[in-house]
């Protein structure tokens, strides 16, 4: 092969090399520029060479009122200002804004001319026939006012007419406001809520119901057989407790505790360790104390005395300072009888009576009360006073001043079995001292005739007839 040849040949290649590249340069349904070619590139791709990402067929959205571009962003699309048509015709001629079709300035007609929809035209007339036809829309929906529940509501329309006004050659349009009634079911508005003043409720059957539900039919929901609010179902508040008051409150059942709450449960409240009442914790109502009852009366405790109440206090009432019984007040059972033994029994003071003779402050005990004596040995001086019976007291032999010289044997003698005063001793003995005369027949005082008294229990003797033997 020559060099000439092979130079030829070259050159052919590098042609078709060309062509083909060029090939790839061809238009692909856009337009722009191709930064990695010289010459136009329009097709869409996504590589780096700077071609567009879209096709500007796909960019039409269909709207008369945008301007579909197709950018290196992608489809554009502008809002324009172009002439329209909103398909009515009467409000004049309309254009294009915020890219939708906006309605024209309003009745095109001018010239005693009216515009007719239906013919798309203004017309004038020479006769009725050559006016608009009368215009009669349809019935606006149902207005049922600010009730959600109602079921009767109003329809409005307006029907206009049109007759030639041959003086003006011009169509006069005549308004008619129409209503008509309307209803809907019971079905459409049943469950609605609704409220009557500051109540709430449900829409039943066309009304508000804002008590409650028995069975199909609204009630006020304040009885306590059938309680509720707001239109829901209505429920008894028996609770079936013997111990609560149920009652039906604001459509609401409670149930108050007529007993006393113990651990969370309402109990009769009657019990002595679990009373109470008006739904108050119980309480145990023992004291403690082993001279008050305790019980449990109407729901409250009470602690009667047994005992006795001293400034306000049970006491037991079976101290001899504080006795009594039955709550009553407590008394001191100090008589200030030195011859009584004071006592508490039972809540009751007791005197026992001493023992004849038993010594007390002023002498001894006689029937229950403090005397001087009971018989002469009492007396400080038994053998010169005597032991007067009727008084219990120590005195002269039968208050004879006579016989109140005891301390020599002067006469008269007071003859002591007598308490009176004798010339002499002659019918017993004499003390051997004093100027008193015995009986001569005690075991101590032995003796006859006067002579002095002899003591026969010195010898272990006694005294009979006067004689120790």
């Known amino acids: 092969m020559t060099t000439d040849f092979r130079m030829a040949w070259l050159r052919v290649a590098l042609s078709v090399l060309f062509m083909a590249s060029a090939s790839c340069a061809l238009p692909r349904g856009g337009t722009g520029t191709d930064a990695g070619f010289i010459g136009p590139d329009a097709a869409a791709d996504t590589g780096s060479d700077g071609g567009t990402t879209c096709v500007p067929a796909d960019c039409n959205d269909g709207n008369a009122c945008t301007d579909d571009l197709c950018t290196a962003a992608g489809c554009t699309q502008v809002p324009n200002t172009n002439s329209c048509d909103d398909g009515i015709y009467c409000d004049g001629f309309d254009t294009c804004g915020d890219g939708s079709c906006q309605p024209g300035p309003g009745n095109p007609c001018t010239g005693g001319t009216v515009c007719d929809e239906a013919r798309h035209a203004c017309v004038g007339c020479t006769m009725d026939s050559d006016c608009p036809l009368t215009d009669t829309p349809a019935w606006s929906s149902c207005d049922f006012g600010a009730s959600p529940c109602a079921l009767s509501g109003m329809q409005t329309r307006t029907v206009t007419s049109y007759a030639c006004d041959t003086t003006t050659a011009a169509c006069v349009a005549t308004m008619e406001p129409q209503t ?22 449900t829409c039943v059957a066309g009304s508000c119901c804002t008590g409650c539900l ?52 309402c109990v009769a409240g009657t019990a002595t360790s679990i009373c109470g009442s008006g739904g108050g914790a119980c309480a145990s109502c023992d004291d403690g104390k082993a001279y008050t009852t305790d019980a449990c009366t109407g729901g409250a405790c009470t602690h009667a005395c047994t005992g006795c109440t001293s400034g306000g206090a049970c006491v037991a009432g079976t101290a001899t300072a504080m006795c009594g019984s039955a709550g009553g ?30 010594a007390c402050p002023t002498g001894v005990c006689a029937t229950g009360a403090c005397v001087q004596c009971l018989v002469s040995a009492d007396c400080p001086d038994p053998a010169a006073s005597r032991c007067e019976s009727s008084t219990h007291t120590c005195g002269p032999c039968g208050g004879d001043p006579a016989c109140a010289h005891f301390t020599s044997p002067a006469l008269p003698y007071c003859w002591l079995p007598a308490g009176v005063c004798m010339a002499s001793c002659a019918g017993g003995c004499k003390h051997p001292v004093y100027n008193v005369c015995y009986s001569g027949t005690a075991n101590t005082q032995c003796g006859s005739g006067g002579a002095d008294c002899v003591n026969c229990t010195a010898s272990g003797q006694t005294c009979t007839g006067g004689t120790c033997g």
């Open 180 to 201: 008509q009634a309307c209803t809907r079911p019971a079905s459409e508005t049943n469950g609605l809520s609704c409220s009557t003043g500051p109540a709430a409720g």
């Open 214 to 265: 028995d069975g199909s039919s609204c009630v006020g929901g304040t009885a306590t057989t059938a309680c509720g609010s707001a239109g829901g179902t209505c429920s008894s508040c028996n609770d079936g407790n013997a111990l609560t008051t149920d009652a039906c409150t604001a459509g609401a059942c409670t149930h108050t505790c007529t007993g006393c709450m113990s651990g969370g449960v």
């Open 329 to 358: 007040a407590c008394a001191s059972c100090n008589d200030g009888n030195p011859c009584t033994a004071d006592a508490c029994s039972a809540g009751a003071c007791t005197h026992a009576i001493a023992a004849d003779g038993t």
